[in-house]
């Protein structure tokens, strides 16, 4: 049974680039959340996906888009990148919001910004 | 501003022994609590939960206490195991067991 995958594992652009990362949800799981976890810190929520629409939201500027497909995988999207944006992106799935499910999450995808 | 702090960056404990783990809140209005661990190039695992209705959670060989009044809990590993280490994060939410507020982290290191 497959957990939840990201891809790719690390990735390096430059300051005012866009990126694109990728997570793949755990097998029965609907609802893809996404957390950057800055060096020396906590991972730190950034928004959550369920039928395909943002449901929650956290501090993070416009810059930071997202996107959940059909079939539950999700795309997290960075644009005019800066360099305070190097971090760990984790992706956590759960299944129908999840209040009481608790979050599985990826191995992350090293982001750094030169 | 830190809702949730883990005050000690990093724990040694011989094998065998108790392991305790703190973490401190601000927000009363958190009302999951939510302890993860963290494995070099892995990501989070969950590892216990509890509810603010409660006081205490055990599962196996840890068990989870919440001080309410304190704003306050802390995670008891018994008996530590040199497998055992790793980067524990704290996590509170006022969603269920979504939205999570980390704490910064552990760093528990069991030696044999």
């Known amino acids: 049974d497959a957990g939840v995958t990201q891809s790719p594992t690390h990735l390096i652009k430059t300051r005012g680039q866009q990126v694109t990362l990728r997570c793949s949800p755990k097998s029965g799981h609907d609802t893809v959340s996404w957390y950057q976890q800055a060096l020396g810190q906590g991972p730190q929520f950034i928004f959550q996906?369920?039928?395909?629409?943002?449901?929650q939201r956290g501090n993070f500027p416009d810059r930071f888009s997202g996107h959940q497909f059909p079939n539950y995988s999700s795309e997290l999207n960075v644009n005019a990148l800066l360099l305070g944006d190097s971090a760990l992106y984790l992706c956590?799935?759960?299944?129908?919001?999840?209040?009481?499910?608790?979050?599985?999450f990826g191995n992350g995808t090293r982001l750094t910004v030169t | 501003d830190q809702q949730v702090k883990q005050n000690s960056p990093s724990l040694s404990v011989q094998e065998g022994r108790i392991s305790i783990l703190n973490c401190d809140y601000t927000?009363?209005?958190?009302?999951?609590f939510l302890w993860y661990k963290k494995y070099p190039a892995e990501g989070p695992t969950f590892l216990i939960s509890?509810?603010?209705?409660?006081d205490k959670n055990e599962d196996g060989r840890f068990t989870v206490f919440l001080n309410k009044s304190a704003k306050h809990l802390s995670l008891h590993i018994v008996p530590s195991q040199p497998g055992d280490s790793a980067v524990y994060f704290c996590a509170a939410s006022n969603t269920g067991f979504q939205k999570l507020v980390f704490g910064t982290g552990t760093r528990l290191l069991v030696s044999p």
């Open positions: 996906y369920y039928e395909e629409e943002e449901r």
């Open positions: 927000n009363s209005m958190f009302d999951y």
């Open positions: 509890i509810s603010s209705i409660k």
């Open positions: 956590a799935s759960s299944s129908g919001q999840g209040e009481n499910s608790p979050l599985h």
